[in-house]
């Protein structure tokens, strides 16, 4: 069955929000990728961007929660992609949330560039850490440029059936379970998008991660942010994947459920 997983970047306050005015009520899972230096409010460190991160607290509220709802996952302790800054993110994360070095977590690549020379011996140094999944941005595989290029265009087109198929090779069963890949809202993304690329998913019987970033109201700062959606299309989108999961379409899951079947 197609399987869709929703995933935040960064650790901004709006995702915890978004968590608990939408996600947690509709019962729907996802995974919050955190750089955790960030949410400490360390100085001097490459930030993701200018947002509030959530509080310590609030992450804490996030992984505690009762049914067990939602993923954290790291994003680096600063927001970039060197390997030892994500294994540093990574342990912080265990230690604020009191996680213990055995439970295998996931890490989402911030910027999502690696090249292809350095990424074998970055996967062997995140698997020695017990980490389970890294998650980037773009598939290796062939075409990459061409439908990079094809998205750019539609972003200003918003055809629904170049949109899904522009992120096609992004589909989870592509990939050797280690890399995981994801198709991106932003911005210039239209919902009736991001429906298309869910009912292809179905009946191509194809999983994707879907990555946020900001999900904001129309009168909020950062609103116009390239990397931010609206507040009542991902209400609109959830209410949309929840009606798929109780006709029994799709599941709805985190992405570190993607590997563990
Ligand atoms: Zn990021």
């Known amino acids: 069955m197609t399987k869709i997983s929703l995933?935040?970047?960064?650790?901004?306050?709006?995702n915890y929000v978004a968590?608990?005015?939408?996600?947690?009520?509709?019962?729907?899972?996802?995974?919050?990728?955190?750089?955790?230096?960030?949410?400490?409010?360390?100085?001097n460190?490459?930030?993701?961007?200018?947002?509030?991160?959530?509080?310590?607290?609030?992450?804490?509220d996030l992984y505690n929660n009762n049914n067990n709802?939602?993923?954290?996952?790291?994003?680096?302790?600063?927001?970039n992609n060197d390997v030892d800054n994500l294994i540093k993110g990574v342990n912080e994360l265990r230690k604020v949330l009191n996680i213990s070095d055995k439970?295998?977590?996931?890490?989402?690549?911030?910027?999502?560039?690696?090249?292809?020379?350095?990424?074998?011996?970055?996967?062997?140094?995140?698997?020695?850490?017990?980490?389970?999944?890294?998650r980037v941005g773009k598939n290796f595989a062939n075409n990459v440029f061409m439908r990079k290029a094809v998205r750019k265009i539609n972003r200003k087109l918003n055809i629904p059936?170049?949109?899904?198929?522009?992120?096609?090779?992004?589909?989870?069963?592509?990939?050797?379970?280690?890399?995981?890949?994801?198709?991106?809202?932003?911005?210039?993304?239209?919902?009736?998008?991001l429906k298309r690329l869910v009912s292809d998913a179905i009946k191509n019987d194809k999983s994707y991660i879907i990555c946020f970033h900001s999900i904001l109201k129309k009168d909020e700062p950062f609103y116009d942010d390239l990397f931010t959606w609206d507040y009542n299309d991902f209400l609109e989108f959830c209410k949309y994947l929840k009606k798929l999961r109780d006709d029994n379409k799709i599941e709805i899951c985190k992405t570190i459920d993607l590997i563990n079947n």
Not at 27 to 32: D, G, K, S, V, W
Not at 55 to 60: A, F, G, H, R
């Open 7 to 14: 995933s935040f970047d960064d650790g901004r306050k709006d």
């Open 19 to 43: 968590a608990k005015e939408i996600l947690e009520p509709l019962n729907i899972p996802a995974t919050f990728n955190i750089t955790i230096g960030y949410v400490e409010k360390t100085p």
């Open 45 to 60: 460190i490459e930030k993701p961007s200018e947002h509030i991160p959530m509080s310590i607290d609030e992450l804490k």
């Open 69 to 79: 709802l939602f993923e954290i996952a790291g994003h680096g302790y600063e927001h």
């Open 103 to 134: 439970q295998k977590l996931g890490i989402v690549s911030p910027h999502s560039e690696f090249d292809t020379d350095t990424l074998p011996n970055v996967i062997k140094k995140l698997k020695d850490n017990n980490i389970c999944y890294l």
């Open 161 to 193: 059936s170049i949109f899904s198929w522009s992120y096609k090779d992004s589909d989870i069963k592509n990939t050797d379970e280690f890399l995981l890949y994801s198709s991106g809202a932003i911005k210039d993304t239209k919902l009736k998008e």
